[in-house]
């Protein structure tokens, strides 16, 4: 996907990790509606408001809306040297809920500011949030308050899409000659990868089931791969061979080989923005890599046993490790150091993940219990017991309130990640479930399991609303588009299975 910004806008706005969001159309007065889909509200006649009045780097309102400001405004001057803001524009960022709100500086540069509407639905006062919101943040003014409400209305549309249709086989691809290994969406969904025992990576278009390029030049195993999103105009891949890979997602130009782990690389990631990769080896390390010259920027020691899980948080700060060490390491990107071990869990680390905020993690392990971390202070918020087997995979809805686990004992559990309580365990299953997911709305959670069937279930009730049934071997990876209105599972049977709704 295209984006509106540029240059050191674009670097700015990106550094929110979520992309401009998706919209067909629309029919909002004093819009634009720009070839990407974006809504832009509002213009140069908005007022300009003191840079000395924003101080707050994120305040959260009564009722859970957060005013969060992931720009650095600390070192702007005060009001003495004349220096203003003015809202430009307002961004809508569908999951999860959120504007953005783009204004410039009297030097002509352009910055960004984020209201994450974490706590969002379709019971929400909008009034009571409108008003909230305009109190709270100083760059709206109470003529915006018509364009607001339109906006937190486009939001709770955008939340209740797809919550009713069934999903259907779109297309079966029978994608390599040996099994896949793993496979992932690009941000707006139209591309998707899969990697395979091959020793080759993917790229297929979402809409036809058609094979677009093929990654060929590793060695042994393609076993973790990722797009860059939300640019998603670039691909890396991990091997067994012991390299990682970085690939023109458009014409499949191979850019760097990133060589230095021991062993095999099993897990990776870009930052969101785009500018650094991490991955993780069975050699107990991860290597942090620039994207744009190749060269290694750090190697985080410390774990004494192999690196099997890895994610960055959404401002690309923080990096967190999961090892079969049985400890969760939280390192500073920047410099490469260890800021705390999280360490309580009995057994190896099977899969971890970052909340939208990045305030917390959770980490599961084959201990059977999944734990929350406070991340700032390393501390152990919650233990989530209920599992009688390992627990292989871990997810966070899109706004973090909820949580789910994948089993070995063939279940799923739900929580609430604020209290900690079992909201729903998903029994159906016939196997172990290897890997699980949120919808983008947060209604509905994907499990995969060695049963060859994946589950789509209600989030609230627990219950089952659809199997997708036909692989003929056990599925081991799925994934929603942003959208949420197209899954793909890949399976041990070599096919990947395109779903639709």
Known sequence: MSSLLTGNDKDQFMTLGEVLAFVDSCDVSDSIVTDTGDVMLGGGDASPTDVENIKHPRVATSDGTR??????????????????????????????????????????????????????????????????????EPLISESRKPQLRRLIYKLIEKLEVNDSNDFYLFKILRAHILPLTNCAFNKSGDKFITGSYDRTCKVWDTQTGDELLTLEGHKNVVYAIAFNNPYGDKIITGSFDKTCKLWSAETGQLYHTFRGHSTEIVCLAFN????????????????????????????????????????????????????FDHTVKVWDVRSGRCIH?????????????????????????????????????????????????????????????????????????????????????????????????????????????????????????????????????????????????TIITGSKDNTCRIWKC
């Open 341 to 485: 071990t999280l360490a309580g869990h009995h057994g190896e680390i099977s899969s971890t993940q970052f909340n939208y905020t990045g305030e917390l993690c959770i980490s599961g392990s084959i201990d059977r219990t999944c734990k929350i971390w406070d991340v700032a202070s390393g501390q152990n918020v919650q233990t989530l017991r209920g599992h009688n087997d390992e627990i292989l995979d871990v997810s966070f809805n899109a706004t973090g309130s909820k949580l789910v686990t994948a089993s070995a004992d063939g279940t799923s559990r739900i929580y609430n990640t604020m209290t900690g309580a079992c909201q729903a365990i998903l029994i159906g299953h016939e196997a172990e479930i290897s890997k699980v997911c949120f919808n983008p709305q947060g209604s509905k959670v994907l499990t995969a399991s060695s049963d060859k069937v994946a589950r789509l279930w209600e989030v609230e009730t627990g219950d089952c609303l659809q199997m997708l049934e036909g692989h003929t071997d056990e599925i081991f990876s799925c994934a929603f588009n942003y959208e949420g209105d």
């Open 67 to 136: 005013i969060a400001n992931r720009s650095s405004f600390a070192t702007y001057p005060n009001t003495t040297t004349g220096l203003i803001m003015k809202l430009k524009r307002f961004l809508l960022r569908y999951y999860p809920p959120g504007i953005i709100l783009e204004y410039e500086l009297r030097d002509g540069t352009r910055e960004m500011k984020e209201i994450d509407l974490l706590h969002l639905t379709a019971e929400s006062d909008i009034e009571v949030l409108v008003n909230q919101i305009v109190f709270e």
């Open 272 to 323: 969101p923005q785009g500018t650094v990769i991490g991955t993780g080896s069975m050699d107990n390390t991860a290597k942090l890599w620039d994207v744009e010259t190749g060269q290694e920027l750090h190697t985080l020691f410390g774990h004494t046993a192999e690196i099997v899980s890895l994610n960055f948080d959404t401002q690309g700060e923080r990096i967190i490790t999961g090892s």
